[in-house]
């Protein structure tokens, strides 16, 4: 005989009010942006064979380096779930300044490479997206673009969400405009467009279009970044004066916060010691040509920029014509006969004496 037994309901639901409770949500850390500038990095806690080292001022070993990483990445997730790149250059730089010898980027030979911000920056972020990997509530998201069509303007962004920020990039899309400008004012952008129409390339010498093109910097980033990506032909005729060279690389600038034509000097000469340095050690090796080069360039090794010296160097290697990278000039020709000769576009220019270069690599 199977037996059921009423309960009244008030009773039921004083049970289940005490055996049941919503679950808590796991609090996600939030702190104002600003928090990299007050963030004291845990060296306590980091082995002490670091400590030792910098406290000598030697650079640590690779296990004591990645220990250290991990180690500040927990400190900073306490803080933030998911910290931007912008947020990880921060903390990176913080150290770097705190500790410049120590984590600085070093070839195999020792000859320093840079001052390891990029590198420690790097490293944080891919160890917080590693532990971000299956972490869907602490992705960066921006808000959904409002669907408004403008005339003459770029398609219309889709609702999408994306990420707030990417990789080597510090000022990806403004959130704040530039005083006295708004989101529906298209004067600037039609004022620089009437201005190539009338004046096209030479118009890049104005001081006006200079102002614009750093004013509407916030509308460019907007444009590139709309979902789905424009064509170059659409960016081109909205944004004509960023195709210029002096402007792609104002542009670049404000993007990533690396000057550009500077960096790829000094890398270019930083790589030139390298290859330089590799002919050299095996000498023998070479044909008479590259020996030769090679010999000319440490003569007068004062005088010939590294980078041209290696670039020299891998053309004779590869038994490639000069007159094929190069413009080549007599030493003895005025600055303005070469300014006449050498006119083309982006075109390298440098002088040879014999076969050593003695001026830099010049850009028109």
């Keep these: 005989m199977i037996t059921l037994t009423l309960t009244p309901v008030s009773t039921l639901e004083a049970s289940s009010s005490t055996q049941f409770t919503l679950p808590h949500h796991h609090s996600t850390p939030v702190q104002h942006s600003t928090w990299p500038s007050t963030f004291q990095v845990p060296w306590d806690k980091t082995r002490p064979s670091l400590r030792t080292c910098l406290e000598l001022r030697k650079r640590p070993e690779e296990t004591d380096r990645r220990h250290m990483v991990r180690v500040t ?9 998911n910290p931007t790149l912008s947020q990880c250059a921060d903390v990176a730089l ?25 590198t420690l920056c790097s490293q944080f972020k891919t160890r917080i997206d590693n532990l971000n990997r299956n972490n869907t509530l602490a992705r960066l998201r921006k808000p959904k673009r409002p669907a408004v069509a403008v005339e003459n303007s770029l398609p219309v962004p889709s609702r999408k969400c994306a990420k707030t920020d990417c990789y080597g ?24 467009k009437s201005t190539f129409t009338r ?26 970044n709309t979902s789905p990506a424009p064509s170059i032909d659409q960016l081109k005729t909205v944004w004509p004066f960023l195709f210029i060279k002096r402007f792609l690389i104002q542009h670049f600038n404000t993007l ?27 000498l023998m090796r070479w044909r008479k040509e590259v020996r030769t080069l090679l010999a000319d360039t440490e003569r007068v090794s004062e005088d010939v920029d590294p980078g041209l010296a290696a670039i020299l160097v891998m053309m004779a290697f590869f038994k490639e014509k000069e007159d094929s990278l190069f413009l080549l000039a007599d030493v003895t020709t005025t600055q303005a006969d070469s300014e006449t000769q050498l006119s083309l576009p982006s075109t390298p220019r440098i002088i040879l004496m014999g076969k050593i270069p003695i001026l830099d690599l010049h850009y028109h």
């Excluded at 990445?73 to 779930?81: P, S, W, Y």
């Excluded at 004046?199 to 907007?222: C, F, H, P, S, W």
Aim: aromatic share 6%.
């Design 73 to 81: 990445v927990d400190a900073m997730r306490e803080i933030c779930l």
């Design 94 to 118: 913080s150290i770097i300044e705190q500790y410049p010898d120590c984590f600085e980027d070093r070839t195999d030979e020792g000859d320093r490479m840079g001052s390891g911000h990029f």
């Design 169 to 192: 990039c510090i000022n990806w899309q403004p959130s704040e405009l530039p005083e006295g400008e708004t989101r529906n004012s298209l004067s600037e952008k039609e004022e620089l």
């Design 199 to 224: 004046e096209g390339q030479n118009g890049a010498d104005k001081a006006r279009v200079n102002e614009l093109m750093m004013i509407t910097y916030e509308a460019q980033r907007r444009d590139i």
């Design 256 to 282: 990533t916060g690396i000057e550009l034509e500077s960096r790829l000097r000094e890398s270019i000469s930083g790589k030139g010691r390298r290859v330089l340095h590799f002919f050299k050690s095996q």
